[in-house]
């Protein structure tokens, strides 16, 4: 079956649709605000793909799913993460859905599974036939079975590096809740930096910099995000890094428009 042609994959960050600081808090005008953004935009070969913030982290962490299976009682733990992710991908099809958008979900953990924590089997047919047909397929990070590590947790960061590289995406669109990549964290360091451009070279050296992703977040934060668009940028896809949270930002990227933020390319 030839490869369906995407043009865009969209990562709405779990940052910019939830309140982190507080457990299953949607930010729902924000969710709607967005859905309005995506239809507007009104790309065909469109795939989304959105974050847990405060509904699948929380859980990740608390059983210590990324780890792997260790102990029967995180058995519960994987359900009770998968299932907040689903009630957060609830919302967002919800707000997708009747805003009229031909948005369709599809759950990672059913599809895929990961080889420490990479993926690795993805039965991808329903979603390259939903491209095809038009559909807008809807993914997020997720609660998923692993090869060697029983189950972990598949950050929304590598699904869409993965999807944007397997589709041979033209864009990443990341929406987040700063600005763009900043020298250090904008949050804790007000006086850093906004970078604006980026090449390959520029994006190894900010690793070096940032090393091990320290944060809090079970998938990483701004550096784990970097360490995931590499092979995506080494491909030739421009990353386009916004902040979701400004209305009309996620628009005007989604359609290529002139956007604050930061951009991310070969070279
Ligand atoms: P999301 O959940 O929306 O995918 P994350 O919370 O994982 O986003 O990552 C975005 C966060 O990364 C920002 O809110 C910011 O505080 C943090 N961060 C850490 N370092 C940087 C940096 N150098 N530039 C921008 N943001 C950074």
Redesign the pocket.
Known sequence: MSEPRVDVVL??????ITD?KNELAARTQEINRIAQEIQRADLRDLIVVH???SFGHPYAQRYRLKEGLKEESQKVGFSETHHVMTVLNGLVMDALVWHGVQAVSITPSSCLVTEGGRIKDFADAPLRKYLSMGFMPVLYGDAVLDTKLGFTVLS??QLISYLASKFHAKRIV?????D?????????DHS?PLLKELDLQDLRK?QVK?GKPT?S?V???????LIELVPAVEQGILVTVVNATKPSYVEKALKGDTVEGTIIKKG
């Open positions: 990562k709405i960050g779990g940052s910019v982190k974050g847990g913030g929304g960061d990341v929406g987040v809740d700063v763009g990549v900043y020298e250090s964290d904008p949050k804790t850093s900010l940032f944060s977040d998938t990483g934060g701004m550096p784990g995000k």
